[in-house]
């Protein structure tokens, strides 16, 4: 991809007509979202809306501009391919600018638009490490600021018994109330991840971690173009303290690619089941997760061999054909106390296949804690800490060691390690809805490839919401 000179200028107009606009929205609308006292004190009275319910939101409108920038360490680089990491990279930044628009259609169902600004690269046109140190930043960049459309959906709720619950107030969700026991269908385009494998501590890289291998099981293939985002559709059944997920998507016409329109000839089985629990008081969850991609892919083996036979390198793009790409993800949260939370994943995938959507890693095991800043009378900051091993399954580990591509990784050659991620950051509130985030990771073996780094990142995230 040719990279032009940033256009900053670009940049902060765009940002300057976006925040204008949500911040007259939610200034002058009676859904804007409620300040944290609001929040945490006595709510004014029920007012009924348009369709008869108290308490219930008829529209709303919400926003949120993060924008990230990092640096790496100059590393041991004796060697580099087209994948590969620079070894003294520039300082890179993404920008993304999203407004929140949703109405209530009828009695529990919602539609919801995201436009979105984007501008900014990850590292290198987001390659050179499995694990990548920057969710915000997507596999296309663009130093000019672009529009683009990553959600619109609509959202069904169906009562199915149980007490009313309150439904606070969110960036695509309406406030309100609705029964503990029901049946929600989601359908339109969104993210995979918006519903599957979520976790209160590791989820989001707008508020908590950035590294994609933290914030997503890293074998998770889930469904999404090359933004994250794809059509598709999900019901989640939910009773007292179990919810069944199921969910069916659109694959990418090839791996890695655009999804220009709707077509289901190549597509993800998604299935998730739920448990809640309490631990001496304090809620937890663990959550099964398994996977099925039929489409268009390509066996490692068959690459690996074909090359030999031809005295070439090896490229999947040669040997794809219609097949299946499965594997299972174990997702757990548990409160500890009222300021600390752990996590942790583990997951693999069929390692016989080339990677689909999302990132080069067949195996990974993570964990961590987030700890809000109580102890020091900061409770709105927040530290995290976590720890992440991944690693490739041995037919990956042929392809790649013969100089093979992948999504994110492919140095040309291959000495093997498992790649090795530590990630900490401080969040600090600086004022209601604006928070600067400080973040550190420290990568061994990145891309796989002991002969590499390692290599520290440092980052900085600025985030505001209205």
């Known amino acids: 991809m040719i990279q032009i000179r940033k256009s900053f200028r670009e940049t902060l107009l765009a940002l300057a007509v976006v925040a204008g ?39 709303a409108l919400h926003g949120q501009l993060t924008n990230i920038t990092q640096k790496h360490s100059v590393f041991t680089s004796p060697y580099s391919g087209r994948n590969s990491l620079s070894a003294s990279g520039p300082m890179e930044e993404t920008t993304d600018i999203t407004l929140f628009a949703g109405v209530r259609l009828w ?53 199915l018994g149980g007490a009313e619950e309150k439904v ?34 590791a989820h989001d890289t707008r508020a908590d971690f950035l590294n994609w291998s933290v914030i ?26 179990w919810t069944l997920r199921g969910g069916l998507f ?34 937890g969850k663990m959550k099964l997760l398994a996977f099925v991609n039929r489409g268009n892919m390509a066996s490692y083996q068959d690459a690996v061999q074909l090359g030999l036979a031809t005295g070439t390198t090896p490229d999947v793009a040669l040997v794809r054909r219609f097949g299946s790409r499965s594997g299972l993800a174990l997702n757990l949260e548990q409160e500890l106390s009222s300021d600390i939370g752990v996590f942790a ?3 693999q995938n069929g390692g016989s296949k080339e990677t689909y959507e999302f ?34 399954s041995n037919d990956a580990r042929d392809y790649f060691a013969a100089g093979g591509l992948g ?42 490839n002991r002969d590499r780094g390692p290599v520290a990142f440092y980052g900085i995230r600025l985030h505001a919401d209205y």
Not at 134 to 140: C, I, S
Not at 256 to 282: L, M, P
Not at 433 to 446: C, G, R
């Open 250 to 283: 659109q694959l990418s016409s090839v791996p890695n690619g655009k999804v220009a329109g709707v077509d289901f000839s190549e597509y993800s089985v998604i299935a998730e089941a739920e448990a809640r629990h309490q631990w001496q008081g304090h809620p």
């Open 216 to 241: 997503e099981a890293g074998t998770f293939d889930y469904a999404a173009d090359s933004w994250g985002y794809t059509f598709g559709g999900a019901a989640e059944w939910t009773q007292d303290w």
């Open 21 to 59: 606009v949500g911040l007259f929205f939610a200034l002058h609308s009676p859904f804007a979202m409620a300040d944290d006292a609001d929040i945490a004190g006595a709510s004014s009275p029920s007012q009924p809306d348009a369709l008869g319910a108290p308490d219930n939101e008829a529209w």
């Open 107 to 159: 009695r529990g169902a919602e539609f919801w638009l995201n436009p979105e600004i984007d501008q900014g690269f990850g590292f290198d046109n987001t390659v050179g490490v499995a694990g990548f140190p920057n969710g915000g930043a997507y596999k296309l960049g663009s130093n000019a600021p672009y529009l683009r459309l990553p959600r619109a959906f609509i959202r069904q709720v169906i009562p």
């Open 345 to 347: 994943r583990l997951s």
């Open 407 to 448: 999504v994110l990784v492919g140095d040309g050659a291959l000495n093997y390690g498992p790649e090795k991620i530590v990630e900490m950051y401080y969040s600090l509130r600086l004022m209601a809805h604006v928070a600067l985030t400080l973040d550190y990771q420290h990568v061994t073996n990145p891309a796989y």
């Open 168 to 201: 606070e107030a969110a960036a695509n969700q309406l406030g309100g109330t609705q029964a503990a026991d029901n049946l929600t269908l989601t359908l339109g385009k969104f993210a995979v991840v918006d519903i599957f494998d979520t976790n209160s501590y």
């Open 359 to 392: 990132t080069d890693i067949n195996k990974s095991l993570s964990a961590g804690l987030s700890l809000k800043g109580d102890r020091w009378g900061r409770h709105d900051d927040t530290v995290g800490v976590a720890a992440v091993v991944n690693a490739l």
